[in-house]
């Protein structure tokens, strides 16, 4: 299990429509979940770059389909995270349509990297995208983020209940990743599974 070499990754650009994405022709990789779970500060590790995708520690940062050109190869999607209670309701309506349209409607979208803060469970709207996209046939991935913040006991807890959670939808315990940014820590799983999603040898 290891990490490919980058040997670019830059921006590409934001759509805010779904008309606005690059033509279809690259395979990507999108990265969902709630706002705050670690989407940006994931991409940045996985690619070795400290400030490639803005992060914040405020909830809400990223509002448009962010595109990432990789190894001029694969396009990493940055989407914007959902759940986050300050935004207003048509906010909240327009991350719906776009979020939802991208990802029921691109063709060349390979895989969906979902992430879940390790430390919280699956609330309603976690349930609603995995069965929408599992109802679309998508490939998705799960990560539980954050897991420098858990300790070993706590983390058998959370994945049980994660798991357990998802098991509906038939998603197998033994598929979830645990990541942490600052050790590094679930990157090369990642990638390795990834790469086989995007038709890697
Ligand atoms: P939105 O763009 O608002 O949807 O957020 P996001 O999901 O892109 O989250 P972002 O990467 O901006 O990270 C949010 C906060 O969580 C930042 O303060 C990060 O430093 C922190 N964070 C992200 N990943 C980790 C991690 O693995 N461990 C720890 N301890 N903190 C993390
Ligand atoms: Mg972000």
Known sequence: MTSPKILSAEYSLSAHRADQC??????????????????????????GRK??????????????????LINQRWYFVDLPGFGY?????????GWGRLVLDYLGGRES?????FLQDGRRQPGD??????EFLLEQGRKVIPVLTKADKLKQGERS???KLAAGALTPF?????????FSAPNLEGKDRLWDRMLACLGEP
């Open 170 to 178: 038939g998603v197998d315990p033994a598929d979830f990743i645990w």
């Open 125 to 130: 709207e976690e349930l609603f995208l995995w």
């Open 22 to 47: 690059p033509p279809a022709g690259l395979p990507e990789v999108a990265f969902l979940g709630r706002s705050n779970v670690g989407k940006s500060t994931l991409i940045n590790t996985l690619l």
């Open 85 to 93: 209670a300050a935004v207003s309701k048509e906010l909240k309506a």
């Open 109 to 113: 979208l390979a895989a969906v990297v």
């Open 157 to 159: 807890r959370q994945l």
């Open 51 to 68: 400030k490639l995708v803005r992060t914040s520690s405020h909830p809400g940062c990223t509002r448009a389909l962010n595109f990432f």
